[in-house]
């Protein structure tokens, strides 16, 4: 079992269907930015954040942040241009599968992981680790005994008050990525013990009763 593009849909909803080549996309940037000697993302923040409407360099500019500190997770952790090509492509709203082009990076930073584990190297934190930690979260349900997909909540943005005057602060929710990244300790019973199990089933496999072949048969009940 390993994260497929069905995955990759069901978690983030990105697409993966289109056909467009990403080097296609690989072409002389639009926009030139100063990602070196800035001050790290705060200093990104304020020298690309202007007034008034939002410019098309300052879209580009958000994008370029939101792609390298949420999504591929580079291992700067600071600005960087290594996406700017795929960034003008959001900003200038071309089709392509940036679902593809984000399972692709997964795989490509495995391979360097162990590729330097082999070798006794040291591996860097740097990449879509999230990707690979929500995938998880979903194969291991049943060993953590997390609630069904139906019963979990996440949080709210901005809580609300119910007819009956009680203040609610979560929803049901509305998605995989959403049910993957609800905390084990909501409604899931987590001991030591378990923890144990978790770790060891990586190893020696997961007991029949816990296994899931397919991770989405409850996916009908995610209404929006």
């Known amino acids: 079992m390993t994260l497929t593009l069905i995955d990759i849909i069901m978690i983030t909803g990105l697409d993966v269907t289109l056909s467009a080549n990403p080097m296609s996309m690989n072409t002389k940037n639009q926009f030139d930015f100063k990602t070196k000697s800035i001050e790290g993302w705060s200093g990104y923040v304020a020298t690309y954040m202007g007034k008034g409407p939002v410019t098309p360099r300052e879209h580009v500019a958000f994008l370029l942040m939101w792609l390298e500190k949420f999504l591929f997770c580079g291992s700067s952790c600071g600005p960087t241009t290594n996406w700017q090509f795929v960034a003008e492509a959001?900003?200038?709203?071309k089709q392509f599968p940036l679902g593809k082009i984000l399972l692709g990076y997964l795989y490509q930073m495995l391979n360097n992981v162990s590729a330097k584990i082999a070798i006794g190297s040291i591996v860097g934190a740097g990449g879509p680790w999230w990707l690979l930690q929500t995938w998880l979260n979903l194969v291991v349900m049943k060993v953590v005994n997390r609630p069904s997909i139906t019963e979990a909540e996440f949080p709210r943005l901005e809580p609300i008050v119910e007819d009956d005057g009680e203040e609610c602060t979560h929803r049901r929710c509305m998605s995989y990525g959403e049910y993957a990244s609800t905390p084990t300790d909501a409604g899931a019973k987590l001991s030591a013990e378990l923890l144990k199990d978790w770790f060891c089933s990586f190893y020696e496999g997961f007991q029949k009763d816990v296994r899931l072949w397919f991770l989405y048969?409850?996916?009908?009940?995610?209404?929006?």
Not at 90 to 93: W, Y
Not at 217 to 224: P, Q, T
């Open 90 to 93: 959001l900003g200038s709203k």
């Open 217 to 224: 048969e409850d996916s009908a009940d995610l209404e929006l």
